[in-house]
Structures are given as structure tokens and as C-alpha cells.
């Protein structure tokens, strides 16, 4: 059973920072690629960032809305999954979700099988 928890979400001011994590418990961590997720208020679930599994070399992904700002990376011995967001703009704010699957490596979310539960990100003016 394959199980996702994040963590590290809260409330910061428009510029600053914060690193989300998502620990991944079950066998074979480093296979799976790993998405993160975000539901903005009133809108649609919509892709952030992503690394592929073992079997495809670590590629990362990034939607053009965070890209330069916002960096994945993986920690296969600690079962760990980052990112770190900077530059944080108030259109950041959303529940964020991280996601696993163990056999696609990309932006479409109806593909990942296993889902946390969201941590929250405020990021006020």
C-alpha cells in the first residue's frame, strides 16, 4: 500500500519561500515519479512539478507559471520528494498535493495512482 504525506505548507508574504515535502511510504520509492499538484480557491487541479522515477533518469518538469521560481528534487533514501518554492506571488496560494505514479512521467494528473492530502499555501500581498 502506497501512502503520501506532505508536509511544510503555511502562510508567507508575497517574495519568500517555502519547501514542501512529501514522504512516500512502501517498497520500490525510487521508481515511482513523483508530481506535485495545486487547486487554487475556486479553481481546477492543476500541475506544478514533477521528477521521473529511477527508470527514466530523474527528469524534472515544471509548469511555465513556476519555472525559474520553484525546483523538485528527490531524496530516494529518505523516501522524499521537495519542493522548494521562492518567490513566492499571491496567485501561488492553493492546496497542494503531491502524487505518485509508477509507470507515466509528466502533467497529467488522471494518470497518477496515489494521492496526499493536500497541505495549504497562502502566500499574502
Known amino acids: 500500500q502506497v501512502q503520501l504525506v506532505e508536509s511544510g505548507g503555511g502562510l508567507v508574504q508575497a517574495g519568500g519561500s517555502l519547501r514542501l515535502s512529501c514522504v512516500l511510504s512502501?517498497?520500490?520509492?525510487?521508481?515511482?515519479?513523483i508530481g506535485w499538484f495545486r487547486q487554487p480557491p475556486g479553481k481546477e487541479r492543476e500541475f506544478v512539478a514533477a521528477?521521473?522515477?529511477?527508470?527514466?533518469?530523474?527528469?524534472?518538469y515544471y509548469a511555465d507559471s513556476v519555472k525559474g521560481r520553484f525546483t523538485i528534487s528527490r531524496d530516494n533514501a529518505k523516501n522524499t520528494v521537495y519542493l522548494q518554492m521562492n518567490s513566492l506571488k499571491p496567485e501561488d496560494t492553493a492546496v497542494y498535493y503531491c502524487?505518485?505514479?509508477?509507470?507515466?512521467?509528466?502533467?497529467?494528473?488522471?494518470?497518477?495512482?496515489?494521492w496526499g492530502q493536500g497541505t495549504q499555501v497562502t502566500v499574502s500581498s
Open positions: 502524487a505518485a505514479n509508477g509507470y507515466y512521467s509528466g502533467r497529467d494528473y488522471s494518470k497518477y495512482d496515489y
Open positions: 521528477i521521473s522515477g529511477s527508470w527514466s533518469g530523474g527528469i524534472t
Open positions: 512502501g517498497r520500490a520509492f525510487s521508481s515511482y515519479t
